[in-house]
């Protein structure tokens, strides 16, 4: 079976600090990957997708990063963090097409302090 | 454009009394149409899902959504809430975009279960 793996869960870091969010997917070969973020008391905003090794489509214009070095693993990044990049963010995969089901890792806290 | 409208931010229940948590959406074609649900300080996890087949669709826990064209809406229901039904519910229509689906999720509602 399918399995999802994110880290760290938590995170207090700096302002001006920089970031790493690591996803790495096991179980399936060429999924799509997502990152998510969920600010306090909102919806989820998708900010990155991948379909496949050094392809990366972003969704919104940010401070963050993202990377797909191997199949299964999705970095999102950043050099310098803002105190507006504080969130949950949550990394997802997907077998792709329009009814395709995303499933979602156990999400990053992140604090910028 | 395809968007999704949870119409409730927060629900309140008795235990033991049914759910019902609305969801209406929008869009130019048919539908996959998802409800996810986040306890605190956790991950998603898909309850149930509708692609076009059966337009009852059931789901984990009991749960269970109806696909209603007519109305274009796709509410949640259950007969009788316990108390570990308590989280955040969003409503999600997946978008088609190139090669990927992306999900638009709904603001989400937030179930509180009384004892």
């Known amino acids: 079976s399918q399995t999802i793996h994110q880290w760290p869960a938590t995170l207090v870091q700096p302002v001006g600090s920089p970031l790493s969010l690591e996803c790495t997917v096991e179980g399936t070969s060429n999924p799509n990957l997502y990152w998510y973020r969920q600010a306090a008391g909102r919806g989820l905003q998708l900010l990155f997708y991948s379909v496949g090794i050094g392809q990366i489509s972003s969704e919104v214009p940010q401070n963050l990063s993202a990377s797909r070095p191997q199949d299964r693993q999705f970095i999102l990044s950043s050099k310098k963090l803002l105190l507006s990049d504080s969130g949950f963010y949550l990394c997802?995969?997907?077998?792709?097409?329009?009814?395709?089901?995303?499933?979602f890792g156990e999400g990053s806290w992140l604090t910028v302090v | 454009a395809q968007s999704v409208t949870q119409l409730d931010s927060h629900v309140s229940v008795s235990e033991g009394t049914p759910v019902l948590l609305r969801c209406n959406y929008s869009?130019?074609?048919?539908?996959?149409l998802f409800w996810y649900v986040q306890h605190p300080n956790k991950g998603l996890q898909l309850l149930l899902k509708y692609t076009s087949a059966a337009t009852l669709v059931k789901g984990i826990n009991g749960f269970e959504a109806e696909f209603k064209k007519s109305e274009t809406s796709f509410h949640l229901t259950k007969p009788s809430a316990h108390m570990s039904d308590a989280a955040e519910y969003f409503c999600v229509v997946s978008v088609l975009s190139g090669n990927t689906g992306k999900l638009i999720f709904g603001q989400g509602t937030t179930l509180q279960v009384k004892p």
């Open positions: 997802a995969w997907g077998t792709g097409g329009s009814g395709n089901t995303i499933y």
């Open positions: 869009s130019s074609y048919s539908p996959s």
